[in-house]
C-alpha cells in the first residue's frame, strides 16, 4: 500500500498518516482536543496561566485576544482585570467550559470557535494578544504568527509563552505535557522570526516548575516571548 509519512503526535498519543489523507490533520487534532476538554475537570486548570498573571496587570487594559484559548482561563482572568477579552478555538467542547467559567467568575468574553486557517479578524483591531501554549505545526507556525500578528494595532502587545526545544528532555514521562514532537517546540529564533516588525522586550528560555490542571505538572523548559508591535 502507500507509504505512510506523516507523523502526528501529541502527548502520548501519534498518528501515522498516509500522504492521501494528511488533509485530515485538523479534523484528528479536533477530535483530540474535544475529547479532552469534554471532560469534567479542566485539563489545564481555573486559573490563569503564571506568566500572564504576572504580565498582564503591568499593562493598561483594553482589547485582548486570546488564539487557541482552550477552556477560557486567560480569557477570563483578562476580562476580571477589566479588558475586553476575545478568544477562539476550533474546540466546542472548550468553548463551552471557557463560558461556564466565566459566568462563575462574573465575567463575559466573547468566545468564537473556529480554526486559525479560517479565522478573521480586521487588522490593527487589538491592543494584546496572548498566546499561552498554543503549538502550531512546524509547517504553518510562522504563516499562523504572522497573520495574528496582523490583528495587533500598532504598539500593541504580544505575549507567549511556549515549550522550547529543550523541553523533551523535561518531558520523558510525559507528566509535564506539550508535544513530543521536536519540531512543534519552539525556539527563540523561531518566535523572533515569526514576529517582524515588533520591538522585542523579552526573549527567554528559562525553566519553569508548571501546577496547571491534570496535563502540564513539573519542571519545564519554556521560551518566553513580549514583542511590541511597531
Not at 502526528?8 to 498518516?17: I, P, Q
Not at 494584546?128 to 498554543?134: E, K, S
Amino acid at each position: 500500500g502507500e507509504k505512510c509519512v506523516l507523523r502526528l503526535s501529541y502527548g502520548w498519543r501519534h498518528w501515522y498518516v498516509c500522504s492521501y489523507f494528511a488533509y485530515k490533520y485538523r479534523e484528528i487534532m479536533k477530535e483530540f482536543w474535544n475529547e479532552r476538554y469534554a471532560a469534567p475537570e479542566f485539563a489545564y486548570g481555573e486559573t490563569p496561566n503564571g506568566f500572564l498573571q504576572e504580565q498582564l496587570p503591568l499593562l493598561k487594559p483594553g482589547k485582548m485576544l486570546f488564539p487557541a484559548e482552550g477552556e477560557g482561563r486567560n480569557a477570563v482572568f483578562a476580562a476580571q482585570l477589566g479588558w475586553e477579552a476575545h478568544a477562539f478555538d476550533f474546540s466546542t467542547a472548550a468553548a463551552k467550559k471557557a463560558e461556564r467559567l466565566a459566568s462563575n467568575r462574573g465575567v463575559s468574553i466573547h468566545y468564537e470557535v473556529a480554526d486559525l486557517d479560517a479565522v478573521k479578524y480586521p487588522a490593527e483591531t487589538f491592543d494584546a494578544m496572548a498566546l499561552v501554549f498554543a503549538h502550531f505545526p512546524a509547517a504553518k507556525r510562522s504563516s499562523y504568527h504572522r497573520n495574528l500578528g496582523t490583528f495587533l494595532k500598532p504598539g500593541g502587545i504580544v505575549l507567549v509563552e511556549a515549550f522550547s526545544k529543550s523541553h523533551i528532555r523535561y518531558n520523558a514521562d510525559g507528566k509535564a505535557g506539550g508535544p513530543r514532537d521536536p519540531a512543534k517546540l519552539y525556539s527563540r529564533e523561531e518566535l523572533a522570526q515569526d514576529f517582524p516588525g515588533f520591538e522585542i522586550i523579552l526573549l527567554e528560555e528559562t525553566e519553569v516548575e508548571l501546577n496547571e490542571g491534570l496535563y502540564h505538572n513539573g519542571l519545564s523548559a519554556v521560551v518566553r516571548f513580549i514583542g511590541k508591535k511597531l
